[in-house]
């Protein structure tokens, strides 16, 4: 996993650096500091970045109207700042994690913990995308379901509205609320839009949604949908 940390306090960049290093062992691929966003921006455009740690008071700049189009890219963000009253308008548009500072080493921890496949406490609540250079949001609420486009995701709304979104489903999933699961490698639905499983030919199944729509369950995932549907 290839990690940025954006910060403009040497001190703290080389700490947190220090205890992801000391907590995430070999998870690491690369990890790599900056102190500006357009620093940050050039190294995100020619590097594969999976995680961003971004400081939201970079050089005395309100680094949160930024955040929104981070949350919008491929890779997870995870916000370092000591305004933790602004924690839960990060969570609402699909950051992974907030840390506040001062931070220990227990509190990166938590953070390695949610980057490995924890849910998260406050999942969000709109996931923004770019859209024609501008940041939509989408609330969580008018998403019937979402699929593959190759390596990014398309938000499937309940009007048919169709939103390409440029994290894939596996990261998709680790902000969305624990309601939606994932019934296939290409979908990801909401748990209650489901009203049956269905066994087809040739060894395949499916779900009917509450719609009337009918999208493939993997071979993999009958079992765990069937349980968490009660049967």
Not at 21 to 36: D, F, H, L, S, Y
Not at 185 to 205: F, K, P, Q, V, W
Not at 206 to 223: I, Y
Request: glycine content about 8%.
């Amino acid at each position: 996993m290839n990690v940025l940390i954006v910060e403009d306090e040497l001190v703290i960049a080389q700490r947190l650096e220090r205890l992801l290093r000391q907590e995430g062992g070999t998870m690491w691929t690369r990890i790599e500091r900056c102190a500006t966003l357009d620093e940050a921006e050039i190294r995100v455009a020619k590097e594969t970045v999976d995680v961003v740690f971004l400081d939201l008071n970079l050089n005395g700049l309100d680094g949160f109207d930024l955040l929104a189009d981070s949350a919008a890219q491929a890779f997870h963000t995870v916000v370092v700042s000591a305004h933790t009253d602004r924690a839960l308008e990060a969570f609402e548009i699909g950051v992974l994690d907030f840390i506040g500072k001062p931070f220990g080493a227990e509190r990166v921890r938590k953070t390695i913990e949610r980057l490995r496949g924890a849910r998260p406490e406050h999942p969000a609540t709109a996931l923004p995308v770019r859209t024609a250079g501008r940041i939509h949001f989408i609330g969580i609420d008018t998403i019937a379901y979402v699929r593959a486009a190759g390596s990014y995701a398309e938000l499937v709304l309940h009007d048919g509205t169709v939103y390409a979104h440029r994290k894939p489903l596996d990261k998709l999933l680790s902000v969305l609320p624990a309601g939606f699961i994932r019934i296939h490698r290409a979908y990801l639905i909401r748990l209650s839009d489901i009203t049956a499983l269905h066994a087809r030919e040739g060894s395949r199944y499916a779900v009917t949604l509450a719609s009337g729509e009918e999208l493939p369950v993997g071979r993999t995932r009958v079992a765990e949908v069937r349980r968490l549907l009660g049967g």
